[in-house]
């Protein structure tokens, strides 16, 4: 089974900067996409932005032009640079990451914007 492990979640000010990290580990030869996504309380996930193997991205439009993707295929791991943070960007933060036949999880890492 594929394990997803997030890191980088945390406290920040509104307009301050975090990166969060996605590992995967576990039984699989390689993925095409990998994204992140979002949930706040009482909503549903949301697509943030995702990354295919050969580097193209999409963002949703809420974070354009402030969050960024990025993937290191040989170590299996994708990024989101998240810079000039909202209080609407405050919720659970899920790495996911496809093969041919699954959508893998991350357990999700918290990500709150206050002042």
């Known amino acids: 089974q594929v394990q997803l492990v997030e890191s980088g979640g945390g406290l920040v000010q509104p307009g301050g900067s975090l990166r969060l990290s996605c590992a995967a580990s576990g039984s699989f030869y390689s993925f095409n996409a990998m994204g992140w996504y979002r949930q706040a309380p009482g909503k549903q996930r949301e697509l943030v932005a995702g990354?295919?193997?050969?580097?193209?991205?999409n963002y949703a439009d809420s974070v354009k032009g402030r969050f960024t993707i990025s993937r290191d295929n040989a170590k299996n791991t994708v990024y989101l640079q998240m810079n000039s943070l909202k209080s609407e960007d405050t919720a659970v933060y899920y790495c996911?990451?496809?093969?041919?036949?699954?959508?893998?999880w991350g357990q999700g890492t918290q990500v709150t914007v206050s002042s």
């Open positions: 996911s990451a496809d093969t041919v036949l699954y959508k893998y």
């Open positions: 990354i295919t193997r050969g580097g193209s991205t």
